[in-house]
Nanobody
Framework: QVQLVESGGGLVRPGESLKLSCRAS?????????MSWHRQAPGKQRERVAD???????SFADFVKGRFALSRGSAETLIDLQMNRLTPEDTAIYYCNVRGVSNSPPYTTWDLWGQGTQVTVSS
């Protein structure tokens, strides 16, 4: 099974920026319907940060609107997440997710998850 690998996390001060990338171990040829970033802070439930369709339509959680941006990567990178004006509340493990569906019955939906990359925002 193809694996997703996140990168770009690290330690930054409030107000600074980071760019996260999600790569697939091998090209994904299946019908991808959505690519997204999720995050999970210590002791908290995982939450959606942003997503993008193959056609480029994006959607962002309210708490990151105006600060984060998504873009499709190259052949080597599936999706990039540009995070600006970071705050301590953004501290979490960030996960890449790819959702797809078959093109024929029974139209099964599938999800792939990376192992996460740590983002820490601290002064």
């Amino acid at each position: 099974q193809v694996q997703l690998v996140e990168s770009g996390g690290g330690l930054v001060r409030p107000g600074e920026s980071l760019k996260l990338s999600c790569r697939a171990s091998t090209p994904i040829t299946a019908n991808v319907v959505l690519m997204s970033w999720h995050r999970q802070a210590p002791g908290k439930q995982r939450e959606r940060v942003a997503d993008i369709t193959p056609s480029g339509y994006t959607s962002f959680a309210d708490f990151v609107k105006g600060r984060f941006a998504l873009s499709r990567g190259s052949a080597e990178t599936l999706i990039d997440l540009q995070m600006n004006r970071l705050t301590p509340e953004d501290t979490a493990i960030y996960y890449c997710n790819v959702r797809g569906v078959s093109n024929s019955p029974p139209y099964t939906t599938w999800d792939l998850w990376g192992q996460g990359t740590q983002v820490t925002v601290s002064s």
